[in-house]
């Protein structure tokens, strides 16, 4: 598919992240104005809620753009999806008579504060990336014992906390918790020593949904995707996770991309999961390409100095899709909610340049990297991580606004009360 030309110029430009191909769905508010819907488009965010108040635009169901969140509109479906996007091209497109109808509602991004662009119902993270699996199984296991068993057959994941997700830009502060080292006779109560984030994508689920679903129908459930950042003690996760996983070492925060890039816009970039030595039982079974063609990167840049791109890697690389995942969640009868999110798992690539956290990027710790006037093997004080992910069409790209945090100093005393 080539570029969709717009009379908004930027939109037009090959490099830029929000082309008319994109339309991707966010929340904004500018100065003390109460936060609305938008679209990005170029330079600029259009205000879809003020467009649906004038008749602009006109979905089944409205007003479902008059609150601050896009979850009616995915509780909606997917025919109304298709009807906003369609709305959408005809009023923002080079040849449309429109435009003077519409010009006077476009924002500049520039000028705008972002927020949560959904309530998150639930939030479930996956560990589904066949590198980072085999990284981290190798570095505690052996490499004659990376995966587990199980890990073949089923993508694996816990239930985190949807209280902890919060959108790009927002300071995440270093957490305590209860570490144990090897040399320690007892645990101790410390700041996390060994900070870390984990490069993923996050399936955001529009449709509702009561007992298991097959993939097909998980994939038509996806409303869109976003970038996310696992954030990860890997001190306190190594005491904890036995026998039950993580807990609070992955509940400090997870942030997101401020833009859900839907799944129509993704609809040409689409791609098979990796050939399978061991067959999937028939009901996690791809009917179709599931995957996309995103290519990612991470970048690390210290209190005021300049970034260094530490990773680079594709959402190719997972090992199960997120339409497989939510299968896999419905299977015992799970019920899915509009505004659930699926953090994929980290994304890693087969060499040291393409892994999806510093945990694999340092080897533990006992290989630090380089960075822009220094060294890393986990996060700093105020250091700012920022995940960034397109996808390259012709002519155009669709992006999906940086993933951002800075981890800020520990709390002297957590439990001191001002």
């Avoid at 039982?281 to 990167?297: D, F, T, V």
Wanted: one cysteine or more; glycine letters at 10%.
């Amino acid at each position: 598919m080539p570029l969709i030309r717009s009379w908004v110029a930027s939109a037009n430009l090959a490099d830029h992240p929000f082309p008319l191909n994109n339309l991707p769905c966010g929340v904004f508010s500018v100065g003390d104005e109460d936060p609305r819907c938008g679209v990005a488009i170029g330079d600029f965010v259009l205000d879809a809620t003020a467009l649906e108040a004038e008749g602009l635009l006109v979905l089944d169901g409205g007003p479902l753009l008059d609150v601050p969140f896009w979850n009616a509109v995915m509780e909606a479906g997917p025919a109304v999806w298709e009807a906003l996007r369609q709305q959408l091209l005809v009023l923002l497109q080079e040849s449309s008579t429109r435009r003077y109808l519409v010009e006077d509602h476009l924002v500049a991004r520039s000028a705008v504060m972002l927020h949560m662009p959904f309530l998150v119902s639930e939030y479930t993270d996956f560990y589904a990336g066949r590198h980072h699996a085999t990284n981290v199984g190798t570095m505690f296991r052996g490499a004659e014992n990376a995966l587990p068993p199980n890990w073949l057959h089923i993508p694996i994941g816990y239930n985190g906390r949807a209280s902890s997700v919060v959108v790009s830009g927002t300071d995440i502060r270093r957490p305590w918790g209860q570490i144990k080292g090897p040399n320690d006779a007892v645990p101790r109560f410390a700041p996390s020593a060994r900070f870390d984030i984990e490069l993923e994508l996050g399936a955001v689920v529009g449709l509702a949904s009561e007992g298991p679903v097959t993939v097909a129908e998980a994939d038509g459930m996806i409303f869109g995707y976003v970038l996310l950042n696992d954030w990860s003690a890997r001190d306190i996760q190594a005491w904890e996770y036995q026998p039950l996983g993580p807990f609070q070492s992955k509940a400090t925060a997870t942030t997101i991309s401020p833009w859900i890039v839907t799944r129509a816009a993704l609809e040409p970039f689409r791609t098979a999961t990796p050939r399978r030595e061991v067959p999937l039982l028939p009901h996690l079974r791809e009917p179709g390409p599931m995957l996309y063609n995103i290519a990612l990167e991470v970048a690390l840049a210290p209190e005021g100095g300049p970034e260094t791109v530490i990773s680079r890697t594709n959402y190719t690389e997972m090992y199960y899709s997120a339409a497989q995942q939510l299968a896999h969640h419905t299977t015992c009868g799970c019920a899915m909610n509009t505004g659930d999110l699926l953090g994929s798992g980290t994304i890693s690539g087969p060499e040291k340049g393409n892994r999806g956290s510093l945990l694999e990027l340092s080897w533990g710790g006992k290989e630090p990297f380089d960075v822009t006037g220094g060294t890393r093997s986990f996060i700093e004080d105020n250091d700012t991580l920022t995940l960034r992910g397109q996808a390259q069409g012709d002519g155009y790209r669709i992006g999906f606004g940086d993933c951002r945090g800075k981890v800020i100093p520990a709390l002297a005393d957590p439990y001191k009360r001002t």
